[in-house]
Structure formats: structure tokens, C-alpha cells
């Protein structure tokens, strides 16, 4: 993959990514947050941070899970590497988040780490035959 193919496949992919996980958090899942972490959510969010995750993790999807799918020829293998990566990497989140956080709903954990390996999974899906199209 030349680095042009690359960086659209990136791009794409990040726009995916941010499509899915802007309608979960502000639409289906706003209301379960607001009621499980109420006290716990800024009232702005810091949107250096959020970009940063978004950019690093779409990366960590590209990395971990397409371009190994790719090598292999394998849209269900993206698919696995995916749903794993990102139960894992959301699992870090909330699995600390209930050892070292007074009061963090153990609910806010399973549901989290089931959307990160449906969210990532369904991403890398899609930068796996966006990386098709634009070979």
C-alpha cells in the first residue's frame, strides 16, 4: 500500500469511525451515560483530548487489525482483530476505571467494553473494504 493509499484509507476510516461513535454517544447512549456517570461527566468535553483518542485509536485499527487482514486477504479476519482490539483497548479503560474509582457503574464497564469490540470490529469491517476500493 503506497503511503497516498494510505493516508486515504486513514482519513476514511476515521470518518467512519467518528459517524458510528457520534451517533452511540449523542444519540443511543446519551441518556445510560447521563444516568450511570451523571456526576462523573464534564459538562464540556475537551476536545483536544477526544481527537487525540480518535486519531491514535483509529490508527490502532488500521495497525492491529486491517493491515493485518489485508495481508491475509481476510474481511472476517479484520472483523476479529477488530471486535478484539477494541474490547481490549476499552477494557484497559473501564477495568481501571473500577479498580481506582469510587462509585464507577460495573454496568458502564460491560456495556463499554461490548461497544468498543462492536464499534471497532464494525470499523475495521469497513477500512478493510474501503482499503479495497482504493488499491
Request: glycine share 14%; no cysteine.
Given at each position: 500500500m503506497t503511503t497516498a493509499a494510505f493516508i486515504k484509507l486513514y482519513f476514511a476510516t476515521l470518518v467512519v469511525f467518528l459517524a458510528i461513535d457520534m451517533?452511540?454517544?449523542g444519540v443511543a447512549a446519551k441518556g445510560f451515560y447521563q444516568r450511570y456517570l451523571g456526576e462523573?461527566?464534564?459538562p464540556d468535553v475537551r476536545w483536544g483530548a477526544a481527537i487525540l483518542f480518535y486519531l491514535i485509536f483509529v490508527g490502532g485499527i488500521l495497525l492491529?487489525?486491517?493491515l493485518p487482514a489485508l495481508e491475509r486477504a481476510s474481511f472476517r479476519h479484520a472483523v476479529l482483530l477488530g471486535?478484539?482490539?477494541g474490547m481490549i483497548a476499552y477494557a484497559t479503560y473501564d477495568l481501571t476505571n473500577l479498580a481506582t474509582l469510587k462509585g464507577f457503574p460495573p454496568v458502564?464497564?460491560?456495556v463499554?467494553?461490548?461497544w468498543g469490540f462492536v464499534l471497532t470490529a464494525v470499523v475495521a469491517?469497513?477500512?478493510y473494504r474501503i482499503a479495497g476500493w482504493i488499491a
Open positions: 451517533v452511540w454517544l462523573l461527566l464534564r492491529f487489525a486491517v471486535g478484539l482490539f458502564v464497564a460491560v463499554d467494553m461490548v469491517g469497513a477500512g
